[in-house]
């Protein structure tokens, strides 16, 4: 009888310990992202429709997607992304290449460490748009300069990114490597690389939101066709939906970039 009133007594008297971490391992659905989108398109028609904006100013996202379809059925949305795709692609993947390369060359070699990376710290800050006007004088007012001026916007965040994630791999893995008869190609194919791989997918990220900035830019200033010449010539003519329909393709457009570098990041980095 004693000890049942103990043994009644101890489990009366025992605390339930509370997980304090477990919010961080909750998963989320795949479906909320798509509820916060829908419900900013939803408090954005509303507001349209009870016009405490003006239509001419703030057009509901029906009139939009209603302008978008017409634009799409016509030609005209196609012939404009083709244009700004095939810009932004040949120079994000050009910034992109030899950004990696050349972060690569200054995280590893001590020699070219201290020649470029001051040069590649002193041109970063400059405004690469402010460039614009001297590529189309150089290069002229073709798709060359805009492309350049594309990949020239892509590579610092890259060679940057690159560059601090080659300093960050372990060192005695590379001396590891060494010491087993690796030579330097190896060592950075096999090392260095992976090692630096979760850097040099921020500066891509990074990257992407810069390139369509310029990408847009470019057009504005020297194009006749392309995304940004296209909310520039609506813009002028004030006419709102019209605009409204570039600034949603171009906002899909960086959604899709970083879902594709967020796919491939899972791929080449499965153990993050």
Not at 85 to 95: D, N, Q, S, T, V
Not at 204 to 215: F, I, M, N, R, V
Not at 216 to 228: D, K, N, R, W
Request: hydrophobic share 55%.
């Amino acid at each position: 009888m004693e000890k049942s009133i103990e043994q009644t007594s101890q489990k009366t008297n025992r605390k339930v310990i509370k997980n304090r971490v477990a919010y961080l391992d909750k998963q989320v659905p795949f479906y909320t992202p798509f509820v916060g989108i829908l419900g900013l398109l939803l408090l954005w028609e509303l507001i349209a429709q009870l016009e405490f904006v003006s239509p001419l100013f703030l057009p509901a996202p029906s009139v939009i997607i209603t302008t978008g379809w017409e634009m799409l059925t016509n030609g005209e949305i196609i012939s404009n992304l083709s244009a700004s795709l095939y810009r932004i692609l040949m120079g994000y993947a050009l910034g992109s290449v030899f950004g990696i390369l050349v972060g690569l060359i200054l995280g590893f070699f001590r020699t070219a460490d201290a020649i470029g990376t001051p040069i590649v710290y002193s041109i970063y800050p400059i405004p690469k748009i402010a460039l614009l006007p001297l590529f189309i004088l150089w290069l002229g007012i073709g798709e060359l300069s805009k492309v350049t001026i594309i990949a020239l916007g892509v590579f610092f965040p890259v060679v940057i990114n690159t560059f601090s994630g080659v300093k960050n791999v372990d060192p005695l893995l590379v001396k590891a490597a060494v010491t087993f008869g690796s030579s330097r190609f190896n060592v950075i194919r096999k090392v260095i690389l992976p090692g630096a791989l979760p850097m040099i997918f921020a500066g891509l990220k990074l990257a992407a939101g810069t390139s369509l900035l310029l990408l847009v830019s470019a057009e504005m200033i020297a194009a006749q066709e392309g995304l940004g010449s296209m909310v520039l010539h609506y813009g002028n003519l004030m006419i709102i939906s019209k605009l409204m329909v570039g600034v949603l393709i171009l906002s899909l457009l960086g959604l899709t970039f970083n879902k594709v570098l967020k796919w491939l990041e899972g791929k080449l980095i499965p153990w993050q």
